[in-house]
């Protein structure tokens, strides 16, 4: 099975080499890649990347990308493997991912934005919020252990409590918006249904990105 994914790797993924780490919290980590690939690539706020880490692929949120340099930001929450390899990247060493993709990114439609994270969810939700113009309207909340540097406009921060517990405490308008929910798989889901089922949202418009659960393979 090795064998199999480190050759299907090859064919699909695009090397690239470690030109930066830096630690911007006690776990939070920010790895900086270079690859001439990039430059070809088109990345949406909010959007991945899956790097070949261990035996398999695990997905990393895309903080920025800028000619050949793409840069990640991640959250040390747990020691599965993708953790492990953000908090111990090293400058030389060279990683295979795939292009950025995914269909967490901003409703352009949106009357309004609502976004709600933990601390792994951030990234992305940071990135959807510094893309948005300042005539946006936009609420939103992150439950993190510490702060993660904004790119623009940051959202405002918790350092405890559940996520239904801090959408619970927003004052959010009468009508709809679109809410972007990232983070622990559960959690996000509480959010959810509390969105669709207590305020009567439609599902189209919540979307979720779940980031991590404990023992669930791929997410740990």
């Not at 470690?18 to 890649?33: D, I, K």
């Not at 940051?154 to 517990?165: A, F, K, M």
């Not at 801090?166 to 959010?191: H, I």
């Not at 418009?205 to 791929?218: E, F, I, L, M, Q």
Request: proline share 7%; with cysteine; net charge positive.
């Amino acid at each position: 099975m090795v064998n199999m994914i480190e050759s299907l790797a090859h064919r699909v993924l695009t090397s690239a080499s470690v030109v930066a780490v830096t630690r911007l919290g006690s776990a939070v980590h920010e790895v900086t890649l270079e690859a001439p690939e990039f430059g070809t690539w088109r990345c949406v706020p909010g959007q991945s990347v899956r790097l070949f880490v261990g035996n398999g692929l695990r997905t990393y949120s895309v903080w920025t990308l800028s000619g050949s340099t793409l840069v990640l930001r991640g959250f040390s929450h747990a020691d599965g493997p993708g953790s492990r390899w953000m908090a111990s990247a090293q400058v030389g060493s060279r990683v295979a991912l795939t292009a950025p993709k995914g269909v967490f990114v901003l409703d352009p439609a949106a009357p309004w934005h609502l976004f709600v994270g933990d601390d792994t969810g951030a990234v992305p939700l940071l990135a959807m919020r510094a893309s948005l113009p300042a005539s946006a309207s936009v609420l939103g909340i992150v439950v993190s252990r510490e702060e993660i540097p904004p790119l623009g406009a940051p959202l405002p921060w918790r350092s405890s409590g559940t996520l239904l517990d801090a959408v619970r405490s927003l004052e959010l308008p009468s009508s709809p918006g679109v809410a972007y929910v990232a983070g622990e798989q559960k959690a996000c889901l509480a959010v959810r249904d509390h969105l669709r089922t207590s305020l009567g949202w439609p599902r189209r418009s919540v979307r979720v990105s779940a980031h991590w659960t404990p023992g669930k393979r791929g997410l740990e």
